[in-house]
């Protein structure tokens, strides 16, 4: 785990004596909520629990457990995540654990958790647990599940198996069925304080670790993700743009970000409005100190109407993100809507 979770780790421990059968972990992306998932299923699992709460990582279970192979465990997510290192969706590295293999297809992977992913389940729950104890189920992100997915993991949560603990992950609740949200008892992961954050990053050896920190919003991991990365070329080209736009500006820069992450584009996006609303208001600057000029300058000429209809346009435009018909048309169209209430 990390040093910010030890209050909730805790808290989870006072959970253990009547268990619910589905806990949905929530909170903002890059907190670390997989790692989090990950540790407590070891512990539900492990048949020699420390007096903290933690698996002891030598009984027999814990070995299988750590050698990604417990017959009890069962791990689901999207395939576009499986051939990367285990993360909770822009989250960062967590402990490796078993999961369904990908059928062979030309095709990119899914972004979703299919309904067949989820029919897969039933013969696990089906059948006697090897150890005689739970049978844990880790899913995430949950708003990743398609609608006919939903249903059929909703008719399982509705009669949950005997000895089945679902443990879920989200970073949105309100993309989630009100009818999956009603079913799990809901357990907040909070983003860590900011000085806790930051000396996390620098201890991992991040350079510039508060910029980085900043840029992804205080989450932790996203910053220690972003910084192995060691590049903000399409980060740039978006601030640059946001803080000069114009019509054929925003032709070129949505050339040029076409390839980009369209959901972190919208996040940037997203912060640098915050960051000019919180400037016209207050003069503070949370996100992008690197470009305090270019955004007291932009709030001094923008009216506090145009600044909240650019920030609906990027809140509404955040939920169609991951679907898009043309990637190239979706920044060209988002670049162009900021433009016409920000030039």
């Known amino acids: 785990m990390y ?29 670390g909520k997989a790692d989090f998932m990950e540790t407590f299923a070891q512990a539900l699992l492990c048949e020699n629990v ?7 990582s030598s009984c027999a279970s814990c070995g299988w457990f750590l050698q990604n192979n417990h017959p009890d465990y069962r791990r689901v997510r999207p395939e576009a995540l499986e051939d990367e290192p285990a993360a909770d969706a822009e ?10 293999a990908k059928a062979k297809s030309s095709k990119a992977p899914s972004k979703e958790i299919k309904i067949e992913q989820i029919r897969a389940l039933a013969d696990f729950m089906n059948i006697s647990t090897h150890r005689q104890g739970l049978r844990v189920v880790v899913l995430y992100p ?6 006919p997915a939903s249903n059929a993991l909703l008719k399982t949560l509705e009669e949950p198996p005997p000895g089945t603990v679902f443990l879920l ?11 999956i949200l009603s079913r799990c008892r809901k357990f907040a992961l909070s983003m860590p304080a900011h000085d806790e954050a930051l000396a996390w990053l620098k201890e991992q050896g991040v350079q510039d670790a508060d910029s980085w920190l900043r840029e992804q919003g205080g989450a932790p991991l ?3 993700l972003q910084a192995e990365a060691g590049s903000r070329e399409d980060m740039e080209a978006l601030l640059h743009f946001l803080a000069n736009p114009a019509v054929d500006g925003a032709l070129r820069t949505a050339e040029k970000l076409s390839k980009a992450s369209l959901s972190a584009l ?17 003069g503070r600057v949370r996100y992008y100190p690197r470009y ?13 109407g145009s600044l909240n209809r650019a920030i609906k346009a990027a809140n509404e435009r955040r939920a169609v993100a991951d679907h898009p018909l043309s990637a190239k048309l979706f920044v060209e169209d988002m670049l162009l809507e900021y433009t016409s209430c920000c030039a």
């Not at 420390?50 to 002891?56: F, I, K, N, S, Y």
């Not at 989250?91 to 369904?100: D, I, L």
């Not at 949950?142 to 609608?147: G, I, R, V």
């Open 266 to 282: 919208v996040a940037w996006q997203q912060r640098w409005l915050y960051d000019v609303f919180s400037v016209k208001l207050s």
């Open 169 to 179: 992950a989200s970073n949105s609740l309100d993309r989630l069925l009100p009818t």
């Open 142 to 147: 949950a708003e990743s599940l398609n609608m």
């Open 91 to 100: 989250e960062g590295a967590e402990p490796a654990a078993p999961a369904t």
């Open 3 to 31: 040093p910010w979770q030890g209050a909730a780790w805790t808290r989870l421990q006072q959970m253990r004596e009547r268990l619910p059968h589905a806990i949905l972990f929530h909170g903002p992306a890059g907190v």
């Open 50 to 56: 420390r007096p903290d709460g933690h698996a002891c």
């Open 292 to 304: 305090r000029n270019q955004l007291a300058a932009l709030a001094g000429r923008v009216s506090a």
């Open 222 to 224: 996203a910053a220690l």
